[in-house]
């Protein structure tokens, strides 16, 4: 028979393995807290474990935001309406890198970015700066003060891009003509994720601070 819980009981005289479960000892209570020193001194050693090992790993790797958008003419998108979206939305600067330059939608939003007071600069290609088709347009942006840069190096300038108030950037395989948009096989991804448009726009500054590689283009026209 159990003794009554509120009675003392001797557990040294006559005390059933079942009444000390039910009823410790003095020496249980002693045993559990050297079990729980256990315990907790291996989860201290597992957390300081823990805490070590991040320290010493490689940076986590974070997504990047997704694209805005990724626009293919040969699926209905224009990238052209996109970009001049931008263009017109610019508060700031706008920074053009492009190979050819001849679309006269563009050409004018650029200057009316300019006459509201937008720091525009335009890089684009020696050779093709020498075309009939693309000369008079890179002109006329100087007539009406815009900045133009043309490579001074053996290579061809073939970048595609475009970086508006340093918030936002356009590149890919488009050409700022008609034809890009209408026959061309091509892609144009716009992003606003901060990283990217940082290496893209430093990209451009680099251009535009290496007067050994790139000049100041002056129409001949």
Same mark, same amino acid.
Request: glycine share 4%; charged share 25%; hydrophobic share 45%.
């Given at each position: ?30 045993? %559990? ?15 300081? #474990? ?19 958008? *990724? ?25 053009? %890198? ?10 004018? %939003? ?24 693309? #000369? ?8 009406? #003060? ?16 475009? *970086? ?21 096989? $091509? ?13 893209? $726009? ?20």
């Amino acid at each position: 028979m159990l003794p009554h819980p509120g009675r003392k009981t001797d557990h040294s005289i006559g005390a059933s393995a079942e009444d000390n479960i039910l009823w410790p000892t003095k020496a249980v209570p002693h045993r %559990a807290f050297k079990d729980a020193s256990f315990v907790l001194l291996a989860v201290l050693l597992a957390v300081a #474990g823990y805490v070590y090992g991040s320290s010493q790993a490689p940076p986590r790797l974070q997504a990047a935001p997704p694209p805005e958008a *990724v626009l293919f003419p040969r699926l209905g998108d224009d990238p052209a309406a996109e970009l001049l979206k931008l263009i017109r939305e610019a508060r700031e600067s706008i920074d053009v %890198a492009v190979f050819t330059f001849t679309h006269p939608d563009i050409l004018e %939003a650029l200057i009316e970015a300019k006459a509201r007071g937008v720091r525009v600069r335009v890089m684009s290609d020696a050779r093709q700066t020498r075309a009939s088709f693309q #000369g008079p347009k890179l002109s006329r942006l100087v007539e009406e #003060g815009i900045f133009v840069m043309v490579n001074r190096h053996d290579g061809v300038m073939h970048l595609k891009l475009l *970086v508006v108030d340093h918030a936002v950037a356009a590149f890919g395989s488009f050409n700022f003509t008609v034809a890009a948009g209408e026959k061309n096989d $091509e892609v144009m991804v716009i992003t606003r994720a901060p990283e990217t448009v940082r290496a893209i $726009e430093s990209t451009f500054e680099r251009m535009a601070r290496d007067r050994n590689r790139y000049e100041q283009w002056i129409p001949p026209y």
